[in-house]
């Protein structure tokens, strides 16, 4: 099984930064996606920015130029860069990892509270 936990959540006032960590841990296989997702109140959980294990990434419109995902596969460690913050940006903030083999199994953490204040 594979574990993830996610710490650097918090609240700051808009326009400012932060920065999300997610350590994963277990049985990890090499080829693989590790991703931010966020779901706000009243809203569907959506993606946010995701890197594969080959350095492809992807990232929502919403945080194009304010936000970026970076990885340390030695680790197995994702980071989330967000920079610029708006009030919109209030969230659950999850950590996900896709096996990009074996049946593409995914898994998430525990969730980590993201509050922008205006």
């Known amino acids: 099984q594979v574990q993830l936990v996610e710490s650097g959540g918090g609240l700051v006032q808009a326009g400012g930064s932060l920065t999300l960590s997610c350590a994963a841990s277990?049985?990890?296989?090499?080829?693989?996606?590790m991703g931010w997702y966020r779901q706000a109140p009243g809203k569907q959980r959506e993606l946010v920015a995701a890197?594969?294990?080959?350095?492809?990434?992807n990232y929502a419109d919403s945080v194009k130029g304010r936000f970026t995902i970076s990885r340390d596969n030695a680790k197995s460690t994702a980071y989330l860069q967000m920079n610029s913050l708006k009030p919109e940006d209030t969230a659950v903030y999850y950590c996900?990892?896709?096996?990009?083999?074996?049946?593409?199994?995914?898994?998430w953490g525990q969730g980590t509270q993201v509050t922008v204040s205006s």
């Open positions: 996900n990892l896709r096996h990009l083999v074996r049946g593409e199994s995914d898994y």
């Open positions: 277990g049985s990890i296989f090499k080829i693989n996606s």
């Open positions: 890197k594969t294990s080959g350095g492809s990434t």
